[in-house]
């Protein structure tokens, strides 16, 4: 029955949050600092939290999926495949080199600097719908479709298809560790080669789903003109791929994004119904995902690192937007090049995102407690930055 506390908790602290301008997100997390072991330590039944929380993430990710658009990707493909990739490749080889000016394995130093690497998406979308006085939605004046707007989402979208890939390889390497207990390169390349024909099996197997069978689907269950049927068979579709992606040994969380991109590659008035009735549901379980990511983290380890980790903080916005720069320089048309400025500003930010990495591999036991806390910590004062901007 502790658990019963955690909403009445989260809801006060989410009030406190938005009052003072910051997303609901922190005050989740705080109430779990603050019924957690590093608080009054009132939670006793962490395993329980941490599992609804799991489907905080599931949820999450099929809404990100959702947002997923093959159409505005179409138009800046090039930038935005090989402009993202060569932007992770930079800092996760600036964060590997620092790392070992440090003596931090290099493990843990990539692994953070590929969690930095994410940008957040929600936050982008906000600033262009203030900027433009619309919905981030599909509008008239859509402030997705100017040319700068239209290139930061088609990066944060292939940060995303990131995202969902990173939990993927992160959950198959926990699932399959044994096989490379020799640590030997090959057993590794052996492994990744399994978990990448996996993956373009299930997106094969859902890109034919999706164009012969979702429509299909959602067409009988509309004609019940049920809302509840049109949920149920929204987390139905959800919960098969999950089985199917953990049936491969895939990852469950690839299965939610999955799930979310078939629906919203028919960009109609199905992915706004089904946005409408999930949301909710969303809403609720990211409570009980972000108040478990405040169970692990420690206000003392905050407070002894906090000088660090506002340098760190700094710093990290600054690589950020210089490698931006560098990749954008290199990719962009000289009528575009312009754009660079502005478009490096908004991803000179970290995702919330990073929390789900971050919470994921330390429950996978891939990262310690310390790496965990250094990304939530290094985390939260970029994204407070970004909403005070």
């Known amino acids: 029955m502790d658990i019963v506390m955690v ?13 003072v301008g910051l997303p609901a997100m922190f005050g989740y997390i705080l109430s779990g600092i603050i019924l957690g072991p590093s608080g009054t330590n009132y939670l006793k ?12 993430v599931f949820f999450i990710l099929f809404a990100v999926g959702l947002d997923f658009s093959f159409e505005k990707l179409k ?30 394995s290099p493990k843990y130093s990539a692994f953070v600097a590929a969690c930095l690497a994410l940008s957040s998406t929600p936050l982008v979308i906000k600033f262009l719908d203030k900027g433009e006085g619309v919905s981030r939605h599909r509008e008239e004046k859509d402030p997705t479709e100017t040319d700068y707007g239209a290139l930061l989402l088609g990066i944060l979208i292939m940060q995303d298809v990131l995202l969902g890939m990173l939990i993927a390889l992160l959950s ?11 640590g030997t390169t090959l057993a590794y390349i052996v492994l990744l ?10 997106l094969v197997m859902c890109v034919i789903a999706s164009r012969f069978l979702i429509s299909i689907f959602f067409l009988h269950i509309s ?25 491969l040994h895939v990852s ?5 994004f999955v799930a979310g991109a078939m629906i919203g590659a028919h960009r109609n008035e199905l992915v706004s119904d089904v946005e409408k009735l999930v949301h909710p549901i969303r809403d609720f379980f990211a409570v009980f995902f972000f108040a478990s990511v405040g169970l692990h983290v420690f206000p003392s380890f905050v407070a002894y690192e906090l000088t660090v980790i506002v340098w760190l903080t700094f710093a990290v916005i600054i690589i950020k937007f210089l490698a931006s720069v560098l990749v954008l320089s290199c990719f962009l048309p000289k009528r575009m090049s312009p754009m660079k400025w502005i478009v490096s500003a908004g991803l000179a930010q970290v995702s919330e995102f990073s929390f789900v990495l971050g919470s994921r591999a330390r429950r996978l036991h891939l990262i310690n407690r310390e790496v965990s806390s250094e990304v939530s910590a290094k985390s939260r004062p ?8």
């Open 45 to 56: 039944s962490l395993v329980q939290l941490e599992t609804l929380g799991e489907f905080g």
């Open 382 to 389: 970029q994204i407070i930055l970004s909403l005070g901007g």
């Open 75 to 104: 138009k800046i493909w090039k930038v935005s495949v090989f402009g993202t990739m060569a932007m992770m490749l930079i800092m996760v080889l600036i964060g590997v080199s620092l790392g070992l000016v440090f003596d931090i």
């Open 193 to 202: 080669a399994k978990i990448l024909g996996s993956m373009v099996g299930v």
């Open 252 to 256: 469950m969380e690839l299965g939610c």
């Open 172 to 182: 198959s390497f926990a699932t399959n560790s044994s096989a490379t207990e020799d």
């Open 7 to 19: 909403l009445p908790v989260a809801f006060l602290c989410s009030w406190v949050c938005s009052a």
């Open 223 to 247: 004609k019940l003109h049920s809302k509840e049927m049109m949920t149920i068979g929204s987390v139905a579709l959800i919960f098969s791929l999950l089985k199917i992606t953990d049936v």
